[in-house]
């Protein structure tokens, strides 16, 4: 019989070394009783409690394709630890042919193996359920007494012997300064980089990143107010931030949690990385500009060839974001919403799929070339030919057949097939997206768009299939139908009609751009395009 093994460890008290174990003594159970492993499913840090596990999922979906017969736990509670949970997908799998057992164990199949393994799932529920209670009842004497429950140190704190903070005289003060430096302006990207460039670290030697400060500002730890679930005390551990430093620091994150933050700015620009100019073939970034008589803002891509190296000559030297998104956006949708687009798509995987591995093609011929050799040696014994030559031939092609129909399961394991239904399905998914919001605009963008490419006369959108592109001319642009995201269009008439192209929006005028040199700096270097000193 075909087996798969399943290995669990939870985050409370087991390691990696538990997980070597139990495949150990799991393998060592199907070596006794002649099973074959096809593969292998572990679950690291997670609790059976429940069943969102990702690997305990994955099995269960790989048991409907047939591959294998038996899961081979530790023990039950590896398995699950909540009695409905088992019993729910102790059923699900016995619908495929499927049959979980203990390696640790010893159930029978008899109506005595029926009450000994729902008294085990009973007791490991309970186990799990009293270690749980245990471990709050635990936690809350300790918080009484403001003391350190477990998990990782605060930063800016040690735990002395008795388990009671106490201030650590290296990080406490990085902890004042980081409250001081964003009270006095800073941004937290300031703060990073200046910390970053101290050579100062987490409390796992990590270097500091924006996370870690939002969680330092935001921490009442550090005005001595101890908190566990719902036990609050106040001046239970010695503070090292001024309650009316800390009060202000609230204040101003609140205050600029309102606008969009600074490091994120640049993520809002959708085309990054796939927005090319057709002049120069050079890559265009986004940027911000605002107008010097009403302040507004505006956001542009641009030529990274008609700033700093006026290398390009490109007619427009800048293109307005929103009207060339909700272009890209809606042409990605027509796609979509074309019936023949998705069966195109469709037919296209599945010819892939069928030429992707060249694993599975060769095993098969090898399996068809043993069945035949079995065939002919039987055929040779029912003619009399029968003697230890033939047999142990016999003996050979029989293994060889077992041995080729288990690397054919174990390849198609790590290599699951997808039916035309998934695709087809995960195709019409995309129709009902809100294109209003941004992180669905990212996401039609990101799988459907290799390219947009900017000429003077019109837009080339380059699709992620063969042969997959659409042109679009700028007087197209204004019929886009994402009003709710689109910019404002700020064009004068004069500019509008020395080119009709203006009249769309999409081309800023030179004259009302004031541009952010900083921002546009640290875009062009994140990105890389080019080193600037």
Same mark, same amino acid.
């Given at each position: 019989?075909?087996?798969?093994?399943?290995?669990?460890?939870?985050?409370?008290?087991?390691?990696?070394?538990?997980?070597?174990?139990?495949?150990?003594?799991?393998?060592?159970?199907?070596?006794?009783?002649?099973?074959?492993?096809?593969?292998?499913?572990?679950?690291?840090?997670?609790?059976?409690?429940?069943?969102?596990?990702?690997?305990?999922?994955?099995?269960?979906?790989?048991?409907?394709?047939?591959?294998?017969?038996?899961?081979?736990?530790?023990?039950?509670?590896?398995?699950?630890?909540?009695?409905?949970?088992?019993?729910?997908?102790?059923?699900?799998?016995?619908?495929?042919?499927?049959?979980?057992?203990?390696?640790?164990?010893?159930?029978?199949?008899?109506?005595?193996?029926?009450?000994?393994?729902?008294?085990?799932?009973?007791?490991?529920?309970?186990?799990?359920?009293?270690?749980?209670?245990?471990?709050?009842?635990?936690?809350?004497?300790?918080?009484?007494?403001?003391?350190?429950?477990?998990?990782?140190?605060?930063?800016?704190?040690?735990?002395?012997?008795?388990?009671?903070?106490?201030?650590?005289?290296?990080?406490?003060?990085?902890?004042?300064?980081?409250?001081?430096?964003?009270?006095?302006?800073?941004?937290?990207?300031?703060?990073?980089?200046?910390?970053?460039?101290?050579?100062?670290?987490?409390?796992?030697?990590?270097?500091?990143?924006?996370?870690?400060?939002?969680?330092?500002?935001?921490?009442?730890?550090?005005?001595?107010?101890?908190?566990?679930?719902?036990?609050?005390?106040?001046?239970?551990?010695?503070?090292?931030?001024?309650?009316?430093?800390?009060?202000?620091?609230?204040?101003?994150?609140?205050?600029?949690?309102?606008?969009?933050?600074?490091?994120?700015?640049?993520?809002?620009?959708?085309?990054?990385?796939?927005?090319?100019?057709?002049?120069?073939?050079?890559?265009?970034?986004?940027?911000?500009?605002?107008?010097?008589?009403?302040?507004?803002?505006?956001?542009?891509?641009?030529?990274?060839?008609?700033?700093?190296?006026?290398?390009?000559?490109?007619?427009?030297?800048?293109?307005?974001?929103?009207?060339?998104?909700?272009?890209?956006?809606?042409?990605?949708?027509?796609?979509?919403?074309?019936?023949?687009?998705?069966?195109?798509?469709? !037919? %296209?995987?599945?010819?892939?799929?069928? &030429?992707?591995?060249?694993?599975? +093609?060769?095993? *098969?011929?090898? #399996?068809?070339?043993?069945?035949?050799?079995?065939?002919?040696?039987?055929?040779?014994?029912?003619?009399?030919?029968?003697?230890?030559?033939?047999?142990?031939?016999?003996?050979?092609?029989?293994?060889?057949?077992?041995?080729?129909?288990?690397?054919?399961?174990?390849?198609?394991?790590?290599?699951?097939?997808?039916?035309?239904?998934?695709?087809?399905?995960?195709?019409?998914?995309?129709?009902?997206?809100?294109?209003?919001?941004?992180?669905?605009?990212?996401?039609?963008?990101?799988?459907?768009?290799?390219?947009?490419?900017?000429?003077?006369?019109?837009?080339?959108?380059?699709?992620?299939?063969?042969?997959?592109?659409?042109?679009?001319?700028?007087?197209?642009?204004?019929?886009?139908?994402?009003?709710?995201?689109?910019?404002?269009?700020?064009?004068?008439?004069? !500019? %509008?009609?020395?080119?009709?192209?203006? &009249?769309?929006?999409?081309?800023? +005028?030179?004259? *009302?751009?004031? #541009?952010?040199?900083?921002?546009?700096?640290?875009?062009?270097?994140?990105?890389?395009?080019?080193?600037?000193?």
């Amino acid at each position: 019989m075909k087996a798969v093994i399943y290995a669990r460890y939870s985050s409370d008290s087991q390691r990696e070394e538990s997980i070597e174990g139990q495949i150990r003594e799991c393998t060592d159970y199907c070596e006794k009783n002649n099973f074959s492993i096809v593969g292998t499913y572990i679950d690291r840090a997670l609790s059976a409690r429940t069943a969102n596990r990702p690997e305990f999922q994955r099995m269960v979906k790989d048991s409907a394709k047939g591959l294998f017969d038996l899961v081979i736990v530790w023990k039950l509670d590896r398995f699950a630890r909540d009695r409905y949970d088992s019993a729910h997908y102790k059923a699900q799998l016995k619908k495929y042919g499927v049959k979980v057992l203990s390696a640790r164990e010893n159930i029978s199949d008899g109506p005595e193996g029926i009450i000994l393994e729902s008294m085990l799932e009973g007791m490991a529920e309970y186990y799990s359920a009293e270690l749980s209670e245990k471990v709050i009842r635990g936690h809350t004497e300790n918080a009484l007494k403001c003391k350190y429950n477990g998990g990782t140190p605060t930063f800016g704190y040690l735990i002395d012997k008795s388990k009671h903070y106490e201030t650590d005289p290296h990080t406490a003060p990085v902890v004042l300064e980081i409250f001081q430096r964003y009270d006095r302006g800073e941004t937290m990207k300031q703060i990073r980089d200046y910390l970053n460039g101290k050579s100062v670290t987490t409390v796992r030697g990590k270097p500091i990143d924006l996370n870690f400060l939002s969680g330092i500002l935001h921490n009442r730890k550090f005005i001595g107010e101890y908190q566990y679930r719902d036990i609050t005390i106040p001046d239970g551990i010695p503070a090292i931030v001024p309650k009316d430093l800390f009060d202000r620091v609230q204040e101003r994150m609140a205050k600029n949690k309102k606008a969009p933050a600074r490091h994120k700015a640049e993520d809002d620009y959708l085309l990054t990385t796939k927005l090319f100019c057709g002049t120069c073939k050079a890559m265009m970034v986004g940027e911000s500009g605002t107008s010097s008589s009403k302040g507004r803002k505006y956001r542009y891509y641009r030529c990274v060839n008609t700033k700093k190296r006026r290398t390009c000559n490109a007619k427009h030297k800048a293109v307005k974001k929103a009207p060339l998104e909700n272009a890209v956006v809606n042409a990605v949708m027509a796609k979509l919403m074309d019936d023949s687009f998705v069966e195109y798509i469709a !037919d %296209a995987v599945m010819e892939l799929q069928g &030429r992707e591995s060249t694993v599975l +093609p060769a095993l *098969r011929k090898q #399996l068809a070339e043993t069945e035949k050799g079995i065939t002919n040696m039987l055929n040779a014994i029912q003619a009399g030919i029968l003697n230890d030559s033939t047999k142990r031939r016999l003996d050979e092609l029989e293994g060889a057949k077992q041995d080729i129909e288990l690397q054919i399961i174990q390849e198609e394991m790590k290599r699951p097939q997808l039916s035309r239904e998934d695709v087809t399905y995960w195709l019409y998914r995309f129709r009902s997206l809100d294109v209003s919001k941004l992180e669905e605009r990212r996401v039609l963008i990101d799988s459907f768009v290799n390219s947009v490419t900017v000429f003077d006369d019109y837009i080339l959108i380059t699709f992620n299939y063969r042969n997959g592109a659409e042109t679009i001319k700028f007087e197209d642009l204004e019929r886009s139908d994402l009003k709710s995201v689109g910019g404002p269009a700020c064009v004068d008439k004069k !500019d %509008a009609g020395k080119n009709p192209a203006l &009249r769309c929006g999409i081309f800023a +005028p030179k004259s *009302r751009i004031s #541009l952010k040199k900083k921002n546009y700096k640290e875009i062009l270097e994140k990105l890389g395009s080019v080193n600037l000193k």
